[in-house]
């Protein structure tokens, strides 16, 4: 459909690909309109939704600075998808033994895996080129230590483990009937230790500078301050951190499905993104930090993961490289309400209606995820054809939240 609502009531425009929109979400993007390191636009995107300091479903281009709170605590959140060669048929009537292996290999909440078990293991193999860059990162700021427990330990625990919330795995059947794997989790304690930190000096370099903000969580760290260089490098390692984290989880789920269906291979199509996350990119012929709080990549070409709920469909799209976007589309549905309202709102009963057909918790401890608190993804996906084209239409069959 394309732009639905311009706004022009900051320093630079809004662009937004959606007609629903709280005031509460429109004032934050008018917020960050405000500010001199916004270059050119913001763009929100369908699934656009209010945030700490800036919304949630947003892509900010900012000359010169970035805004770690935009970035936001899960640094690097984000998708992996793999297709199978299984089929429907393939799968058991009852999927509760698939989902009890697959809660018994991935840690998922506050679980994380055994000290014991990840030392001299394949956890610590596949971290070790995380460490030295870590070493350096802490040996400029050893508060981050101080910030969390055990944190030399905590975070090579937490390699392949699913966390709380949004984050979930599930197993999905395509138009085809053919099965998918698909993850959602991002850089899990670190990654919310070091988003924590650099929020915290981005608002004392604000303080420090009598730099006036309409919001204080927009606090920025500018290139050349002392801050900056160190921000970038703590964002670049949790964002890597985060791809491994989901590679670890995907073959473990992969692992722990293996035994109870018949043989099958992984045959391509595997995609691993963020959207949660800052990357130097040119756009319009300038070079600029590009903040996706909520948002993936859609350049030309680009394949990319839209989940809905845990009730709706997702999307595997390739993107359309749309400029006014900044080559952006949306993350997912969006939520269509807080955790609050939604506990408040909905009850048990109404989780299992909503999730009807699907291997799931149903419990009082997902209420707040419950499809109802989502935005509907169909009419999310209808506001940016001009953004992706659907490649594969996904239906979960079970899914495991944390």
Not at 60 to 76: H, N, Q, Y
Not at 93 to 114: C, K, M, Y
Not at 317 to 325: F, I
Request: charged letters at 20%.
């Amino acid at each position: 459909m394309g732009i639905l609502l311009t706004l022009n009531k900051g320093r630079v425009p809004v662009k937004i690909w959606t007609d629903q929109i709280e005031p509460q979400a429109m004032q934050q993007l008018v917020n960050v309109a405000q500010l001199p390191i916004v270059h050119g636009h913001i763009a929100a995107m369908p699934d656009v939704h209010a945030g700490i300091g800036a919304t949630v479903g947003s892509v900010i281009p900012t000359k010169g600075a970035i805004i770690p709170a935009a970035v936001g605590v899960d640094i690097g959140c984000g998708m992996n998808a793999i297709r199978t060669t299984l089929t429907a048929s393939d799968l058991p009537d009852n999927l509760l033994r698939l989902r009890s292996s697959i809660e018994a290999s991935v840690p998922v909440g506050f679980n994380q895996h055994e000290a014991s078990k990840v030392r001299g293991s394949a956890f610590a193999r596949i971290s070790r080129p995380l460490d030295a860059r870590l070493d350096v990162i802490v040996g400029k700021h050893p508060g981050l230590m101080k910030m969390q427990r055990k944190f030399a330990q905590t975070w090579r625990c937490q390699m392949g483990t699913l966390g709380g919330g949004n984050h979930f795995i599930e197993l999905c059947l395509d138009e085809e009937q053919r099965v998918w794997v698909m993850l959602h989790s991002g850089s899990r304690g670190i990654g919310n230790v070091m988003g924590r930190y650099f929020i915290d000096a981005a608002r004392k370099e604000m303080r420090r500078h009598q730099i006036h903000l309409p919001d204080i969580d927009l606090a920025y760290l500018q290139e050349g301050s002392e801050w900056f260089d160190d921000y970038v490098e703590a964002l670049n390692w949790a964002q890597d951190y985060a791809l491994l984290n989901r590679r670890t989880m995907m073959e473990l789920v992969v692992s722990a499905i293996r035994p109870l269906l018949p043989a099958f291979e992984l045959d391509g199509e595997a995609i691993n993104c963020h959207h949660n996350y800052v990357q130097e990119e040119t756009h319009f012929g300038q070079s600029l930090y590009i903040t996706r709080k909520g948002a993936i990549r859609a350049g030309q070409g680009e394949l990319g993961i839209i989940p809905g709920s845990m009730g709706a469909r997702s999307f595997i799209v390739r993107g359309l490289g749309n400029a006014q976007s900044f080559c952006s589309c949306s993350h997912g549905a969006g939520r269509l309400m807080s955790r609050t309202d939604a506990r408040r709102r909905f009850t048990r009963h109404d989780l299992e209606l909503q999730t009807a057909g699907v291997e799931c918790r149903k419990d009082r401890g997902v209420l707040d995820e419950i499809p109802g608190a989502y935005k509907d993804i169909d009419q999310v996906m209808s506001h940016q054809t001009d953004l992706v084209e659907v490649v594969h239409s996904l239906k979960q069959v079970l899914c495991i939240k944390g």
